[in-house]
């Protein structure tokens, strides 16, 4: 695959004003969401509802593509048309999440590494035929009592270079995902420092594996306050602490950063991506890629009343659309 075609998806996924909607929750993951708001976990409900996102009329106004399931690329709207088909035709980029989760990692208690190198390239050349684009890698770095190790650190970024290489070779943008989790009672200061050891990793390993930068867009996790500390940085300082971070640790030929919202309120998620936008000199585009901050508002509403609350639930789903592709630009006027 020419480098001057993955580098073409890979800026067009981070468009002016533009970012993703992630949809890839797992079976398990998507069952948790659904029990949270009393839907029952089906086929037909996981489709109806993937479909409800996918259809909210203009969504292509402010978003580049989508992050589709395993199952999900699979399944058609109501009319029978594929969604990978249906995006295409609606000017939005199908991805797809290719790792098989996080898993205990041997020898280094209470850390975790993503597995799903196995048999990892006739399943992207399966997803590239089935219309995906890009695919996406998470991994998962917990902080806590002496952890992350190094051990988990580099596994995990040897791991997402592996998966890159894979991708591109197939056609794939990879969308490397290191995400430092909020959970804990750890300051700022220690998520800046992880998140640096994270990415300079990452990017070491990336270019021991020949991943081209110019095809690839990281999708990071923002440099915050722990859920449970006591003291919670602002608005200002997570902008700035994750701002610098980025720009000691990313290459500037990096056509994108996107942010995943790992479980900061739509508000929190929004107003940051906005104030980054606001800081001056950014070697990159800054977008999104959220899953619940996209989310949460319109499935909330569709478990009220799935046929009545159909149109609203679109509505917000727009709404969050237009007000993140707003902060893209550092224009969100709250
Ligand atoms: P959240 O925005 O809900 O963290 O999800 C994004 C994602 O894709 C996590 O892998």
Redesign the pocket.
Known sequence: MSIELLAETAQAMVAPGKGII?I?ESTGTIAKRFASVGIENTEENRRAYRELLLTTPKLNEHISGA?LYDETIRQSTRDGVPFAKYMADHGMIPGI?VDKGAHPLAGCPGELVTEGLDGLRERLQEYYRLGARFA?W?AVINIGESIPSGTCIESNAHALARYAALCQECGLVPMV?P?VIMDGDHDIETCYEVTEATLRSLFDALYQQNVLLEGTIL?A?MVISGKDCDEQADVEEVAEATVMCLKSTVPAILPGVV??????SDEQ?TAHLNAMNQLDKLPWPLSF???????QAALKLWAQDMKGNYDAAQKTVFERARENGMAALGKWEG
Do not use: P, V
């Open positions: 992630a890839d992050i999440k996406k998470r995902e995400e999708k996790s942010f995943l919202s790992g479980g900061q998620s890629s959220y899953g619940r901050a996209m989310q």
